[in-house]
């Protein structure tokens, strides 16, 4: 069992539409969860991040973690076609280094 | 934040050549990652270069297949060696400076021919 496990999709949504992703995990160390944006032949760009459990919003991303149950969310309001991207979600155990553990990555397509 | 710039971009390279992928970035950090990214899959951690030590490797990997370089606090290499079709990937460096998250170059996109 992969410790980050995420849907790959492809996620094809109408724009405007509310869009949510998400991930589990496996490891209960993991303290700091980030959500990363990778446009093709690009690499993965920081959307958000949350220390341990809580609603994060930005604009029109809200991250969400819910340690009890292991599970990552990010939700995109009013969907735009620049959008369409793949996801990733990734942990880190801040007392286990700065190394990274992500997600398979989740491909959005938003449609206009 | 940190900026990163690697290079090349792309290439295409003949099996059983080889090739150096370069990454600088524009503050001091203390560990660099390298990743590997297969077409339709996400990031697979290669080694964490640390400068002045050799670097660490995930399982599945090897030095004498990817060797790494980190001169200094700015800057590392990533060689992948006696390249065949299955090496074909975007290959990713990246930097978490304490306190902040992880930061990424644009990749390289190799092709083995």
């Known amino acids: 069992q992969k410790e980050v496990e995420q849907d790959p999709g492809p996620l094809s949504v109408p724009e405007g539409a509310i869009v949510s992703l998400n991930c589990t995990y496996s490891?209960?160390?993991?303290?700091?969860f980030m959500w990363y944006r990778q446009y093709s032949r690009k690499g993965p760009e920081l959307l958000m991040y949350t220390y341990s459990s809580g609603n994060k919003e930005d604009g029109r991303f809200t991250a969400q973690v819910d340690k009890s149950s292991k599970y990552i969310s990010l939700f995109i309001r009013d969907s735009q076609p620049s959008d369409s991207a793949t996801y990733l979600c990734?942990?880190?155990?801040?007392?286990?280094?700065?190394?990274?553990?992500f997600g398979g990555g989740t491909r959005l397509m938003v449609k206009p | 934040s940190a900026v990163i710039s690697q290079k090349p971009s792309r290439d295409i390279c003949q099996r059983g050549t080889s090739l150096t992928i370069q990454c600088q970035v524009d503050s001091q950090v203390t560990m660099m990652f390298w990743y590997r990214q297969q077409p339709g899959q996400s990031l697979t951690l290669i080694a964490t270069?640390?400068?002045?030590?050799?670097?660490?490797?995930e399982s599945g990997f090897v030095i004498d297949k990817f060797p790494i370089s980190r001169p200094n606090l700015t800057f590392s290499t990533l060689t992948v060696s006696n390249m065949s079709p299955e090496d074909s990937s975007i290959y990713l460096c990246s930097v978490s400076p304490p306190g902040t998250n992880a930061f990424f170059g644009q990749g390289t996109r190799l092709t083995v021919v």
């Open positions: 490891n209960s160390a993991f303290q700091y």
């Open positions: 990734a942990a880190r155990d801040n007392n286990a280094g700065n190394m990274l553990t």
């Open positions: 270069a640390n400068q002045g030590s050799e670097a660490t490797y």
